[in-house]
């Protein structure tokens, strides 16, 4: 007889018990190398919650597939964000058993419809059926999968421009969102201040989404990797925050060793030891 299993609880699972429990947000970072060693090593660190991602990082389906395996069983929350807002790829996403989507450049509650309704079967959505096929499932082995799928499943969409800011409390009405998540660097840029996240009319922008959330009962997250910005949003209700990637912290890290072992003057490479 084959081993009937059960999904894992989602992101929306765990906004609800931080928020009905400890009270705590939860923190994050980003996976961004493509590598699934490096994944499980973030998935071991004691953050809450790791964002794998697929819209600015060497990630395909099957190195994503990989990650999730290599993290699977760890006491970590995983979310996976595609590289775009498609029907079709979103499928793929979710036959591959990711359970907790984050949809880039959600600028309208139409676009905020479009992502629900790919993360839904017939006649709720438009989500391709193939379970039989697919590791969402376990191919077959969670009982009654089609019909309660969409409980396995949570859907936070992007709040990174302009005009999402002013649409906010429309797609945050959206039935099936489960939460927003801010992203600065892109919102600086669509307002005129490319590269500057902390801007003042940017963070009034963030904060005016977060009170936005707060106001409709759904959490609300945010990118910052500056430690002194990310307590602020967390003091003005941000419940989930990502505060680092593998990538980053790997160049930081192999700079300063650079900058405490190599002399300017050299020029040279160490030699290894």
Same mark, same amino acid.
């Given at each position: 007889?084959?081993?009937?299993?059960?999904?894992?609880?989602?992101?929306?699972?765990? #906004?609800?018990?931080?928020?009905?429990? &400890?009270?705590?947000?939860?923190?994050?970072?980003?996976?961004?190398?493509?590598?699934?060693?490096?994944?499980?090593?973030?998935? /071991?660190?004691?953050?809450?919650?790791?964002?794998?991602?697929?819209?600015?990082?060497?990630?395909?389906?099957?190195?994503?597939?990989?990650?999730?395996?290599?993290?699977?069983?760890?006491?970590?929350?995983?979310?996976?964000?595609?590289?775009?807002?498609?029907?079709?790829?979103? @499928?793929?996403? #979710?036959?591959?058993?990711?359970?907790?989507?984050?949809?880039?450049?959600?600028?309208?509650?139409?676009?905020?419809?479009?992502?629900?309704?790919?993360?839904?079967?017939?006649?709720?959505?438009?989500?391709?059926?193939?379970?039989?096929?697919?590791?969402?499932?376990?191919?077959?082995?969670?009982?009654?999968?089609?019909? /309660?799928?969409? /409980?396995?499943?949570?859907?936070?969409?992007?709040?990174? &421009?302009?005009?999402?800011?002013?649409?906010?409390?429309?797609?945050?009405?959206?039935?099936?969102?489960?939460?927003?998540?801010? *992203?600065?660097?892109?919102?600086?840029? &669509?307002? /005129?201040? #490319?590269?500057?996240?902390?801007?003042?009319?940017?963070?009034?922008?963030?904060?005016?989404?977060?009170?936005?959330?707060?106001?409709?009962? @759904?959490?609300? *997250?945010?990118?910052?990797?500056?430690?002194?910005?990310?307590?602020?949003?967390?003091?003005?209700?941000?419940?989930?925050?990502?505060?680092?990637?593998?990538?980053?912290?790997?160049?930081?890290?192999?700079?300063?060793?650079?900058?405490?072992?190599?002399?300017?003057?050299?020029?040279?490479?160490?030699?290894?030891?």
């Amino acid at each position: 007889m084959p081993l009937r299993v059960e999904p894992d609880p989602t992101f929306r699972d765990a #906004l609800r018990n931080q928020t009905g429990a &400890s009270g705590r947000p939860l923190a994050g970072m980003w996976v961004c190398s493509g590598s699934p060693l490096v994944a499980e090593i973030c998935a /071991g660190s004691g953050l809450d919650w790791l964002l794998i991602d697929a819209e600015h990082s060497p990630n395909g389906l099957e190195s994503i597939l990989a990650q999730l395996q290599a993290v699977n069983g760890y006491p970590v929350q995983v979310m996976v964000r595609p590289p775009v807002n498609d029907t079709v790829l979103l @499928k793929q996403y #979710l036959d591959l058993g990711a359970q907790n989507l984050l949809i880039p450049m959600v600028n309208s509650a139409a676009e905020a419809e479009a992502a629900v309704a790919a993360t839904r079967y017939p006649p709720r959505g438009v989500r391709g059926v193939g379970s039989a096929l697919a590791r969402a499932s376990r191919w077959n082995r969670v009982p009654e999968y089609l019909a /309660g799928a969409s /409980g396995t499943v949570s859907v936070t969409v992007q709040i990174e &421009s302009a005009a999402a800011v002013e649409a906010v409390a429309e797609i945050l009405a959206v039935d099936g969102v489960d939460a927003i998540f801010l *992203g600065p660097s892109d919102l600086a840029a &669509s307002m /005129g201040v #490319l590269g500057q996240q902390e801007h003042p009319d940017v963070r009034a922008a963030v904060e005016r989404c977060l009170a936005a959330a707060a106001a409709a009962g @759904k959490p609300a *997250g945010v990118n910052a990797f500056n430690p002194a910005t990310a307590h602020q949003y967390l003091a003005a209700g941000a419940a989930f925050i990502l505060v680092g990637a593998d990538v980053a912290l790997l160049a930081r890290g192999s700079e300063a060793l650079a900058a405490g072992f190599v002399t300017p003057a050299s020029g040279a490479t160490p030699t290894s030891y």
